[in-house]
């Protein structure tokens, strides 16, 4: 899938406003579970079901006085055949153009990616990217890390555990009806 700055839009807000009521238990959205340190959800948009799977840093660094929601997500949307979109919400605006680092360490191996950014928001460069991060968070990984700066110049550094992410991930290829190799064949189609 492309990543069209007016889709990103409308895409963050709809989920900005899913994660943060999340827990509120809305009418629209389920909790499927809570898997270690993630927790994976069911929704729908016009009838279209959506599958996201949600952590929170367990560590924030940086020299901030205030900042908004942090969280990484991976979503599915079977009728738009859109599987395993990576996404950061830094809780701060990005700086028009940037690029956030991501980094997922296996015991001594590192793996880095550059990510773009919109809005509050810093996703995949690619499909390929997508598919390929969400294989390491889910399958081989153990700690995530995310740094990126905010539209004020403030540097931040997001540490986010894996433990469970791969429950979640199966939880949420059940819950969208999709098996982890399926989707990984349907998104790179």
């Known amino acids: 899938m492309k990543h069209p700055y ?23 959205v389920e909790e499927i579970g809570s898997f270690g340190d993630w927790k994976a959800y069911a929704t729908s948009e016009k009838k ?18 205030k900042r908004g ?11 738009s ?7 950061f919400h ?12 991501l980094s997922i360490q296996t015991g001594k191996h590192k793996k880095e990616y550059d990510l773009f950014t919109d809005n509050e928001t810093a ?4 499909d390929g990217d997508d598919q390929e991060i969400t294989k390491r968070l889910t399958k081989v990984g153990e700690t995530l890390i995310v740094e990126g700066t905010s539209s004020k110049g403030t540097k931040t550094t997001d540490t986010y555990s ?18 982890d190799m399926e989707t990984l064949k349907k998104s790179t189609q």
């Open 6 to 28: 007016v889709w990103l839009s409308i895409f963050t807000l709809c989920f900005n406003h899913s994660i943060l009521h999340a827990e509120k238990k809305t009418n629209n």
């Open 48 to 65: 279209k079901k959506i599958c996201y799977m949600v952590s929170l840093p367990k560590k924030q660094e940086g020299d901030f006085k």
């Open 69 to 79: 929601k942090v969280y990484a997500m991976i979503t599915h949307r079977p009728a």
């Open 81 to 87: 055949k859109s599987f395993n979109v990576v996404s």
């Open 90 to 101: 830094a809780g701060y605006k990005f700086p028009k153009n940037s690029k956030v680092l």
């Open 123 to 126: 996703w995949a460069m690619s």
């Open 162 to 179: 894996l433990k469970g992410s791969m429950l979640a991930y199966k939880a949420i290829c059940e819950a969208c009806k999709a098996s």
